[in-house]
């Protein structure tokens, strides 16, 4: 069988996704499958490169280009016997956007379905589905473009009204910090907002906290695991896209030393959220957990960074399962989904 490994990607985790897919492509069983290639360039163009029997040597093999690999539409993904295996992060990689291609071409494909993926990607609608399900998060004002153009005065009295200081400002469909900022009066507020609406339509103005920062591993179609939470220990006053991937002013503790009830709850309402977007393969669930043992749900991950020093494998080696094992699950559950959905359609 072969798994068609596709990364890169136009978002800001694009050197995120190569990482991730390196690490992919030396640890995937090769008695089992050969790796194909496709790499999609910041730009948004799509390459096709080698297939693999054995893992590469060295990650500089992963950038394609039209000196060493061959130029597709992303049509041309159609083949038999393949298993799509996207590792591509934030807008068009995780926000349904591809998976409805992969729908479309009719091939099975590894994780979150177009549901789930659009889902978890936007903020808005995410938090009013785990709101209805009964899952604790901070409150919130909603923010369109046009309301703020057509109403400022309205829409920041709103969020003054509403929330107090300081607030996170967030677009609803970014990920990997861009766009989010903290806002401690009602100046920044303003300029936070027109931050976030340079990225989206639509924009989160949420109550900000002290908080720590956890994380939970998902696993599985209709039958689901979690993991035990990781701790995000950081230094610095929020987890922004510097700390995140430049200056790795973050440390992860695997499991968070924290009250095993609080373990136990953050499991169950990761599985809700899961359950509730209809999630499939895997996902990350983030938490805030304050100082008096309140739990609130941040986001739902549909595809967490996967290196072998992010939180998502570590959670999983940490119960057991390996980085290859892991793998080898996410292809199995992709196939699963793909009979289980070829069977509704006959
Ligand atoms: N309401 C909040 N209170 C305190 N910190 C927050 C809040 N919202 C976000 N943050 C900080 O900003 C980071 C990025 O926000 P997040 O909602 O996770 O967006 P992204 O999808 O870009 O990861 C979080 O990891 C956290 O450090
Ligand atoms: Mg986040």
């Known amino acids: 069988m072969k798994i068609s490994l596709i990364y890169g990607g136009k978002s800001a985790e694009h050197d995120v996704s190569i990482l991730s897919a390196f690490s992919i492509l030396q640890s995937i069983y090769y008695n089992y499958y050969e790796v194909q290639l496709v790499y999609v360039t910041k730009d948004g163009s799509w390459f096709k490169g080698k297939t693999y029997k054995e893992a590469p040597l060295v990650k500089e093999e992963l950038h394609l280009s039209?000196?060493?690999?061959?130029?597709?539409?992303?049509?041309?993904?159609?083949?038999?016997?393949t298993v799509i295996f996207p590792v591509l992060h934030g807008p068009n990689g995780e926000d349904g956007t591809v998976q409805g291609l992969f729908e479309v071409l009719n091939m099975p494909y590894v994780g979150c379905g177009v549901l789930a993926s659009a889902c978890a990607m936007d903020k808005i609608i995410a938090k009013q589905l785990f709101q209805q399900a009964g899952i604790p998060q901070l409150p919130y004002v909603a923010v369109t473009k046009n309301d703020y153009v057509d109403a400022r005065e309205e829409v920041i009295a709103e969020c003054v009204g509403t929330l107090i200081f300081p607030m996170f400002?967030?677009?609803?469909?970014?990920?990997?910090?861009?766009?989010?900022?903290?806002?401690?009066?009602?100046?920044?507020?303003?300029?936070?907002?027109?931050?976030?609406?340079?990225?989206?339509?639509?924009?989160?103005?949420?109550?900000?906290?002290e908080a720590r920062e956890l994380e939970v591993a998902i696993l599985g179609n209709s039958e689901v695991r979690t993991t035990l939470a990781g701790e995000i220990v950081k230094d610095v006053d929020f987890y922004d896209y510097e700390s995140k991937y430049i200056d790795n002013q973050v440390t992860l503790q695997i499991p968070a030393s924290i009250l095993d009830e609080m373990q136990e709850r953050m499991q169950e309402y990761a599985?809700?959220?899961?359950q509730t977007i209809d999630g499939s393969g895997l996902s990350r669930c983030d938490?805030?957990?304050?100082?008096?043992?309140?739990?609130?749900?941040?986001?739902?991950?549909?595809?967490?960074?996967?290196?072998?020093?992010?939180?998502?494998?570590?959670l999983w080696k940490e119960m057991g399962l390996n980085y290859s094992d892991l793998l080898e699950e996410l292809i199995q559950l992709a196939l699963l989904r793909f009979e289980k959905r070829q069977q509704i359609q006959v």
């Open 271 to 274: 599985k809700k959220a899961y």
């Open 169 to 209: 400002v967030k677009p609803a469909n970014m990920g990997s910090s861009v766009g989010v900022s903290r806002a401690t009066n009602e100046e920044e507020l303003i300029s936070a907002i027109e931050e976030a609406l340079l990225y989206d339509q639509r924009v989160v103005v949420e109550q900000g906290i």
């Open 287 to 314: 938490f805030f957990l304050t100082a008096n043992n309140e739990i609130f749900l941040n986001e739902v991950n549909s595809m967490p960074g996967f290196t072998p020093f992010s939180m998502y494998p570590l």
């Open 66 to 81: 039209l000196n060493n690999a061959q130029p597709i539409l992303p049509s041309d993904l159609k083949e038999k016997n």
